[in-house]
C-alpha cells in the first residue's frame, strides 16, 4: 500500500515514480521498509517545493479482511506523509473472485494524492 502511496505522490509532483527515485538494480534498496521509502520520497517532493495535502487508497484483496486495519493503515501513511489521519482515505474491496485476485493469488492497490506548491 505504501508503495502506491509513494508512486501517487511522486506522480502528482511530477518527480518520477519510484523506480526512479529507488532503482531496484541498486542493493541499498533490497528490502527496503515501504514506509521509509515513503517517507524518504516525501522529502524529495519537499525539496522540490511540494507538500502532500491528502491520499486516497484501494486494497483490493480477498483476504484477509481489512476493516479492522484500515484506521492503523491511515494513521501510518498520514505519518509519513505529514498530514492529518483524516486526510487519507483507506478503502478495501474484494475482487469477486475474478482473476489472480480474486484467486487470492495476490493483491492490487491504486493511490492517488493531491499535493500543493508551496
Excluded at 509532483?13 to 542493493?27: I, K, N, T, Y
Excluded at 506523509?81 to 484467486?103: Q, S, Y
Amino acid at each position: 500500500m505504501a508503495h502506491a502511496v509513494t508512486d501517487a505522490i511522486l506522480g502528482a509532483s511530477a518527480a518520477g515514480d519510484m523506480g526512479a527515485l529507488f532503482p531496484d538494480s541498486d542493493p541499498k534498496w533490497k528490502d527496503a521498509d515501504s514506509l521509509v521509502l515513503l517517507r524518504l520520497a516525501r522529502e524529495h517532493i519537499n525539496r522540490l517545493g511540494f507538500h502532500p495535502l491528502q491520499a486516497d487508497v484501494t486494497i483490493i484483496c480477498e483476504r484477509p479482511r481489512l476493516g479492522v486495519y484500515k484506521e492503523a493503515m491511515a494513521l501510518a501513511i498520514a505519518g509519513e506523509l505529514g498530514v492529518a489521519p483524516d486526510e487519507v482515505g483507506i478503502k478495501a474491496k474484494t475482487n469477486e473472485g475474478m482473476g489472480f485476485v480474486g484467486r487470492g493469488e495476490g493483491v492490487a492497490v491504486f493511490a492517488v494524492a493531491t499535493v500543493e506548491a508551496r
